[in-house]
């Protein structure tokens, strides 16, 4: 799986746009973005994921670059409760053949400020 | 509810004694997976299996066992555990069907280990 470098932290205010970005420049091309956060010693919890087009749910929306080498989560009105360490991972998801191996990386620390 | 239980969620033991943390997912899932996650380290693949029967080693498996005779649980079994292997242990299942693109994983709450 492709490697991903994260920001180690970074904050913002309450009820603003949450950016935050990763890097995967070696991402092959059937290898899809996927976030996950995990708040304070919890298990993580898939936000969303993606291949090369944008994606929305109701919890973010996930910008890919066109070069699919770097992608950006966005929490629309980050709350309090965002507050939570990010991972961004790369890996295939179809296919028996593929390597299973998952690497989650250190992730970026969102603090969110009232 | 859908979910992925273990247990226990806390064990303190000592060096040398043989223990199995439980896992277990109601969600006929095919894959699951177990890590470990350190201070500074973040999450660190163990063990993981594509089905029953079908398991294979992660980035950190030295210390460590597994199993999976049925498709719901996949125990992680520490046959002689030292102080290195205490730590913060979660499983994970996810769907995995061939030609299916759809892999999110759903992960349990979490096992708080302490080797003394």
């Known amino acids: 799986d492709a490697k991903t470098t994260q920001p180690t932290s970074m904050d913002c205010a309450e009820g603003r746009a949450a950016n935050l970005p990763c890097n995967h420049s070696t991402i092959s091309g059937n290898e899809y973005v996927y976030w996950y956060r995990q708040i304070h010693s919890q298990g993580p919890q898939y936000i969303i994921h993606g291949l090369k087009n944008n994606e929305t749910n109701e919890m973010a929306s996930l910008i890919i670059t066109e070069d699919r080498k770097s992608s950006t989560l966005i929490l629309p009105h980050a709350t309090l409760r965002d507050t939570a360490v990010y991972y961004c991972i790369v890996r295939v998801a179809e296919g028996y053949s593929s390597a299973s191996k998952i690497i989650f990386g250190s992730g970026t620390r969102l603090s969110i400020r009232p | 509810e859908a979910q992925v239980t273990q247990n226990p969620r806390y064990l303190i033991t000592v060096t040398g004694k043989k223990l199995t943390v439980t896992c277990s997912q109601n969600m006929n899932h095919e894959y699951m997976s177990w890590y470990r996650q350190d201070p500074g380290l973040g999450l660190r693949q163990i063990y993981y299996?594509?089905?029953?029967?079908?398991?294979d080693k992660g980035d950190v498996p030295e210390g460590y066992k597994v199993s999976r005779k049925e498709k719901r649980n996949f125990p992680l079994i520490l046959e002689s555990p030292s102080p290195n292997q205490t730590s913060l242990y979660f499983c994970a299942s996810s769907l995995r069907m061939q030609g299916q693109r759809t892999d999110t994983q759903y992960f349990g709450p979490g096992t708080r280990l302490t080797v003394l």
């Open positions: 299996s594509m089905n029953v029967e079908v398991t």
